[in-house]
């Protein structure tokens, strides 16, 4: 068993006797983003964004400015205590150590984690959307090094039939009257693929450290699944357990949440699958929402993610000044990578009739962003084209 401090923050809090609503402390353990940082959207838990025009100054995504989403305060885990249970449709369940996870290979990778949340705020315009008040700032492209999920799972044993592996994070979320860790899961194909930033390699990797240090109390210390291509929902932070199955988990957050549905009624949740990969998105990160800028030329900049599927690459961002009816190829700043951004800067000339910027980006695997997204009531999945409203003098 784990012998992990269960006391959550708000349950450290409230036996310290400090009364928490509506104040806005910052969590405890390492190293959150500071305000300056990041946008927090809420802070108990901590949910927070950087500024569009800090997110692209870089294509590695520097920790300080890397989006944080958790549905409940961290978990405190003393690493020394801390173990990763392996068990279900396994031949040799396992109990592991982070000093004993270590002895299996490291592996590398550069991967971007997205929210399916990034942009919800956008479907405000046709209907109100709950959750996190996403801009579109939930995505960042970082360096993470650990071990293969699938080197583990040989060591266990797979059995044939095993069709799913999920995971159990140690976070306790509040829902409704029960508590509930977050949970994530993929299929048994994807968790068996070797782990390295090659195109036969896209497999899961799980991560102790972010950008060559530790994981922060804030992104999964010490432990949490990278899993490239797929929303962030699956990269599940403060791993503690993983369970081979024959289904997908059953977690809230794999069987409710994360599902695209108009309604959010039993019928619709139980209708609809869950999210797997993201599609290609792109938004603008400078000149910022609302400037004011001389007609003539301007330069813009922002960030460009292909669908999440094995070798997909960028193929074309194109930019707007007059509301679609006509197009300039930008061109692309970053670094070419698998189940990564690209970052992207075009110059355009502005008119005195220009309202609006506009981004749309393909991809080589047939990904393109539509022109507009079909409302859905939790708002995930915003990939229509990026519209971002200016003024000229
Ligand atoms: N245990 C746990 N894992 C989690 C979450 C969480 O709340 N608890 N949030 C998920 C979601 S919705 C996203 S988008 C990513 C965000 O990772 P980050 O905070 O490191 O950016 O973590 C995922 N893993
Ligand atoms: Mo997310």
């Known amino acids: 068993m784990n012998s992990i401090s269960h006391l959550s923050r708000r349950e450290m809090l409230l ?9 806005s402390q910052p969590s405890l353990g390492q190293n959150p983003g500071s305000e300056k940082d990041l946008v927090f959207r809420t802070t108990d838990p901590n949910n927070a964004e950087p500024a569009l025009q800090r997110l692209v100054e870089s294509w590695i995504t520097p920790t300080k400015y890397f989006y944080v989403r958790s549905h409940a305060p961290n978990p405190l885990i003393n690493a020394s205590d801390f173990r990763l249970s392996i068990e279900g449709m396994i031949r040799r369940p396992l109990t592991l150590s982070l000093a004993q996870l270590k002895r299996f290979a490291e592996h590398s990778i550069t991967a971007t984690l997205t929210c399916a949340g990034n942009r919800r705020n956008e479907f405000n315009r046709e209907g109100n959307v709950g959750g996190v008040q996403w801009e579109a700032g939930a995505i960042g492209n970082a360096k993470w090094a650990g071990i293969a999920l699938a080197d583990v799972l040989k060591h266990a044993e797979v059995l044939e039939s095993a069709k799913h592996v999920w995971f159990e994070g140690l ?4 829902k409704g009257d029960a508590i509930i860790p977050f949970g994530g ?3 048994i194909e994807k968790a068996m693929l070797p782990v390295s930033n090659t195109q036969t390699h896209p497999g899961v990797l799980l991560a102790y450290t972010m950008n060559g240090k530790p994981l922060t109390a804030d992104h999964g210390y010490p432990l949490r699944t990278v899993v490239p291509g797929y929303i962030g929902a699956r990269s599940v932070k403060w791993l503690g357990k993983i369970v081979v199955s024959d289904r997908p988990s059953p977690n ?5 949440a994360y599902k695209i549905v108009k309604k959010t009624q039993a019928i619709d949740w139980s209708e609809a699958g869950p999210i797997y990969r993201y599609p290609i998105n792109a938004a603008i990160a400078s000149p910022n929402p609302n400037a004011v800028v001389a007609p003539g030329a301007l330069t813009l900049t922002g960030y460009v993610l292909p669908s999440g599927i094995l070798g997909s690459r960028v193929k074309r961002v194109l930019v707007s000044t007059d509301s679609g009816k006509s197009w300039t190829s930008a061109e692309l700043t970053g670094q070419d990578n698998d189940y990564c951004w690209q970052l992207w800067k075009a110059n355009v000339q502005v008119t005195g009739d220009t309202t609006e910027l506009i981004v749309r980006a ?3 695997r047939g990904g393109f ?3 507009r997204v079909p409302w859905n009531a939790k708002g995930y999945l915003q990939n229509s084209w990026y519209r971002l409203p200016i003024k000229t003098r």
């Open 15 to 23: 036996t310290s006797g400090l009364i928490v609503t509506g104040l």
């Open 185 to 187: 899961s993929v299929p």
């Open 362 to 364: 393909t991809d080589n």
């Open 171 to 174: 976070d306790q979320i509040e």
């Open 252 to 256: 809230h957050y794999v069987a409710t």
């Open 369 to 371: 962003m539509p022109a």
